[in-house]
């Protein structure tokens, strides 16, 4: 069944072509989170537009965290009397515990966005 919208597409991390086809190998609970199927499972689009391609995720990855930092500081700050270190400590470990959905997150959307690769309704059939 295919995820339908382009939104749906991208929060379940399937193929900008046929939006059935999963894009990572595992889940994000796996250790092997960041592995990605070279082409779809589905339709055999390739993920890999060019070489180098999602070096131009890292800004999309940059900015999830910096709402991240954002949002941890001002709700620490509003919430709570906490010291400094606390702040410290809560932002660093809140990044590391977003990082596969940071990582995935970025991929998808940027390959979404400037991959190049249309949405062919036949194909999902």
Request: glycine share 8%.
């Amino acid at each position: 069944m295919p995820s339908g919208t382009r939104s749906s597409a991208i929060l379940q991390g399937k193929c900008p072509h046929c939006r059935q086809g999963e894009i990572f190998k595992y889940s994000v609970w796996s250790f092997r989170f960041a592995e990605m199927n070279p082409s779809c499972t589905h339709c055999g689009i390739s993920f890999t537009p060019e070489p180098g391609f999602y070096i131009g995720a890292m800004y999309i990855s940059y900015a999830f965290n910096i709402v991240l930092l954002i949002a941890f500081g001002v709700g620490l700050y509003t919430f709570t009397t906490a010291p400094d270190w606390v702040y410290v400590t809560s932002i660093i470990t809140a990044s590391f515990v977003f990082i596969p959905f940071s990582f995935r997150y970025s991929r998808i959307l940027f390959l979404h966005a400037f991959g190049g690769i249309e949405y062919d309704p036949k194909s999902s059939s």
